[in-house]
């Protein structure tokens, strides 16, 4: 019987290993690309002090290339200012500080960012919900390179070499292009990232169509109420009263969504696309981003949204990667953003 045991044991053993189907992996903050809002995306890992470039490939992130980088002089998320620590979490490009500005502002201090700064959105709404405090989280380079082999040494920013931020810069649309900070960068079976994908858009259709045909509940019931808040409302209650004065105007509105691309930190996705709104008194175009997070039911819930005008006179169809920020022609090509 023991005999008997064992040879079917050392049978088992010696299974091929290429009968076993491994699930395709994908990087998990990157639920959805596409070539408006994310043409490229930056992921930087904290643990790792490496900064990964993706660019979006029919809808999926295909890697381009790794860069070395320094963070906070202290791990872990960052909670106030002064902790020097780096945040985590999902950000956008708001602007660019050339040498000569930083040189400017700060005088001789200003060396130590090299040359050039793009600054973060940090605090983003997510932030803020948490109470998080500071500013000036931005991406520059050094005067100083010796500290990017440190990994930890800055106040908070996140630090690459100089030649590498002109090199990544060629990547950068200000309010475009965006950065998620973590921890350790995970990777997920394409299967579950495709369900991921395929929930937050059905959610993101089914509000804009309650928003469509002003069904004031079902359009409320995407909303979490506990934690919502925006940069029109403070709270759900404010929100919910402007939302019923609007819908209560004579008229239905005709919202038209596109540019979909869906970024994730640990515990929320960030939604963002151009939202064509117009009833019969108004039309504007604009960028709307939702934070969504999951409610105990594991339910995707809009727990915060902002939206800003854009400039839809912007022909440009296709991005293209070129020294924007850096060289002989910059000023000409900062016009185009």
Not at 114 to 128: A, E, K, R
Not at 219 to 231: E, G, T, W
Not at 312 to 331: H, Q, T
Request: net charge positive.
């Amino acid at each position: 019987m023991k005999l008997i045991l064992s040879t079917i044991l050392l049978s088992l053993s010696l299974t091929p290993l290429q009968a076993v189907e491994l699930p395709e992996l994908t990087p998990s903050p990157l639920v959805a690309l596409e070539n408006f809002f994310g043409h490229h995306v930056l992921v930087a890992e904290k643990s790792s002090h490496q900064l990964f470039l993706f660019r979006n490939e029919n809808g999926k992130p295909k890697f381009v290339k790794t860069y070395q980088m320094a963070t906070g002089k202290k791990a872990g998320d960052k909670n106030f200012q002064g902790d020097f620590k780096t945040p985590e979490g999902v950000y956008k490009f708001t602007s660019f500080l050339s040498k000569e500005k930083l040189l400017k502002r700060y005088g001789k201090e200003g060396e130590i960012y090299g040359i050039g700064s793009f600054v973060m959105n940090y605090p983003n709404p997510i932030d803020l919900k948490l109470s998080k405090t500071g500013g000036g989280i931005w991406l520059h380079s050094t005067n100083d390179e010796t500290r990017i082999e440190k990994g930890l040494d800055s106040r908070g920013c996140l630090v690459a070499h100089n030649n590498n931020l002109k090199e990544i810069s060629k990547y950068i649309e200000l309010n475009k292009t965006h950065i998620i900070v973590v921890q350790d960068l995970t990777y997920i079976s394409k299967k579950v990232m495709e369900s991921t994908k395929n929930i937050i858009t059905k959610k993101i259709n089914d509000w804009a169509q309650a928003w469509m045909t002003e069904d004031l509940d079902n359009y409320l019931s995407f909303y979490d109420k506990k934690r919502f808040s925006s940069n029109i409302s403070k709270t759900f209650a404010q929100f919910k009263w402007y939302k019923r004065s609007v819908f209560s105007r004579k008229g239905t509105p005709r919202i038209r969504i596109k540019n979909v691309s869906l970024l994730k930190a640990d515990d929320y996705v960030v939604a963002i696309f151009l939202q064509d709104y117009e009833s019969e008194t108004i039309r504007d175009v604009g960028v709307k981003t939702l934070y969504l997070k999951q409610n105990d039911s594991y339910e995707w819930k809009i727990v915060s949204e902002n939206w800003s005008k854009y400039n839809s006179d912007d022909k440009k169809i296709a991005f293209v990667p070129s020294m924007r920020f850096f060289g002989a022609n910059k000023s000409k090509e900062k016009k185009v953003d």
